[in-house]
């Protein structure tokens, strides 16, 4: 079974896949002239603005959702796996990933918001099986879409976050794995059966905090560290291009654990944070786009970073090299992971290390849970919006609680393996999707750019731009977006959602 996992993995995360998501990256930062970079000021004025409504969440809570999923398992134990396999090298292209990657993710949250919809209960949905639908005409391709998000969130995922908790416990406490997969259980269903705005206010709360708590740490072990951080800098830029003597020969591993570690933390393209987008309340969906480039910026730039600085500060780790040989061996016998990070602060901060990556971690991997579970219900809801299916939501429900006990209890290998396949499948699927389906965002972004450098009202007119299929949006134009009745009488199998064809101008 193990090998039958490992050979889909290298499958699906073969070179293509990897050239697959800089390219991505790199294309739509030139389409978009860099607007990662020109609209920074303007990412920070948004995430401060926006109120929620009924049916939608702030523009804050969208982003601490989206965190919520991008901040986790791989912002800690992710950097130590890039690192043990691909040199310091790997941090550098993490960083690039991220730079590219800020750009896809406005692209693919711009498209989640012109193309969302109201469910039946009133609450915004949308993510890329909706996009695909109704922008691209491809109900098949968004049912696809659906399944394997339905699949990966609910059942591969979660068994990654789920195992870094259990296994980071028993590190620091010698807590058993069943005893951590309890606690876990128990909270989770709190959350996850309190809905979405229950969701967004936990995020709300515990995302920044955890994060600023964490930077924090990872800045006083700099510090005390502070002779080798110059080294260190020099270290990751000399790997990160083969010039070190060590690390020559790790050039292309460096590139891709450096891209695929950088994806599975941020998730841009992967095509799971476009469902928090969707759910946000906005003048303008431009608006969650940027939102969303912005917070790969926290979740690599800040986050990943502050694991990879005080991993490498403090040389906690091991490198294989290619062909197995052990090029660092710092932690003898210790498997890459979050001991790593744990390591790392107990060399500087003695008796408190341990403790508290764990407890970072506990924060940082329950949250990301959670948001695989809201991720998994909106491709439910998509499932369900002609049949009334409301078994499948409570089938979800069990199979994520069972899915995170299975998971605290097995290898860490075994669930790292199956997670990769997870977020490798959904990042093929979606980036072909946006790569296909990029005008209206890209439209988006030039209207709102005009309007704000105008002094125009922000608005959106999706017809006068030439989008088709933004039901929503068109309603709200026309100053009726209280009520979707063609969703509506979908969603209870009256009538047939609309086709919207490929009207777009691809």
Not at 222 to 227: I, K, N, Q, R, V
Not at 307 to 332: E, H, K, Q, R, W
Request: proline letters at 4%; a neutral charge.
């Amino acid at each position: 079974m193990e090998d039958l996992v490992t050979a889909l993995n290298d499958i699906i995360w073969s070179p293509a896949l990897i050239v697959l998501c800089l390219g991505a990256g790199l294309y739509f930062s030139l389409r978009t002239r860099f607007m990662q970079v020109r609209g920074f000021r303007e990412m920070i004025r948004l995430m401060l603005n926006g109120q929620s409504s009924q049916a939608g969440v702030s523009s804050f809570q969208a982003l601490a959702m989206s965190l919520s999923g991008r901040v986790g398992i791989g912002n800690i134990a992710g950097v130590a796996t890039a690192i043990a396999a691909g040199g310091p090298g790997a941090v550098f292209w993490m960083w690039i990933m991220a730079f590219l990657g800020a750009s896809t993710a406005y692209v693919e949250a711009t498209l989640a918001q012109i193309y969302k919809e109201k469910d039946d209960q009133g609450k915004y949905r949308g993510g890329p099986a909706y996009y695909i639908e109704k922008g691209l005409g491809l109900k098949w391709y968004a049912w696809i879409f659906a399944f394997v998000t339905i699949i990966a969130t609910g059942f591969l995922l979660p068994g990654v976050q789920a195992n870094g908790i259990a296994q980071s416990m028993t590190i620091a406490w010698d807590i058993p794995p069943q005893v951590t997969a309890a606690f876990v259980v128990v909270a989770l269903g709190f959350i996850i059966f309190g809905g979405v705005k229950r969701i967004a206010r936990f995020a709300e709360l515990v995302v920044p905090f955890m994060a600023l708590a964490y930077m924090l740490v990872a800045l006083v072990v700099m510090l005390l560290s502070w002779d080798r951080v110059p080294e260190m800098i020099s270290l990751v830029f000399r790997s990160a291009f083969g010039l070190h003597a060590g690390f020559g020969a790790m050039l292309g591993l460096a590139v891709e654990w450096g891209v695929k570690r950088g994806i599975y933390s941020n998730e841009a393209g992967q095509g799971t944070s476009p469902h928090a987008a969707a759910a946000a309340e906005v003048e303008h969906p431009a608006q969650q786009g940027y939102v969303q480039a912005f917070s790969v910026y926290v979740d690599t730039l800040l986050v990943c970073s502050a694991t990879a600085f005080m991993i490498l500060s403090t040389g906690m780790y091991n490198v294989a090299g290619p062909d197995g040989t052990m090029l660092v061996n710092a932690l003898p016998g210790v498997e890459a992971g979050a001991t790593f990070a744990q390591s790392a602060v107990e060399s500087v901060l003695p008796g408190y290390g341990a403790g508290f990556v764990a407890l970072a971690l506990l924060f940082f991997a329950f949250t990301t849970i959670v948001a695989y579970y809201y991720m998994a219900e909106t491709n439910i809801a998509y499932i369900n919006r002609k049949v009334h299916r409301p078994w499948l939501t409570y089938a979800l429900r069990l199979a994520i609680l069972a899915a995170v006990t299975f998971g605290a209890v097995r290898t860490a290998g075994a669930a790292w393996a199956l997670g990769d396949i997870g977020v490798g499948l959904m990042a093929w699927l979606n980036i072909i999707a946006i790569l296909i389906l990029q005008r209206p965002a890209l439209r988006a972004l030039k209207d709102y750019e005009t309007r704000r450098k105008s002094g125009r009202e922000v608005g959106f007119d999706p017809l006068a731009l030439g989008i088709r299929g933004a039901g929503f949006w068109e309603r709200r134009h026309a100053g009726d977006d209280d009520l979707d009745p063609v969703v509506d009488a979908a969603a209870h199998g009256r009538i047939d959602p609309p086709d919207p064809g490929s009207p777009n101008g691809r």
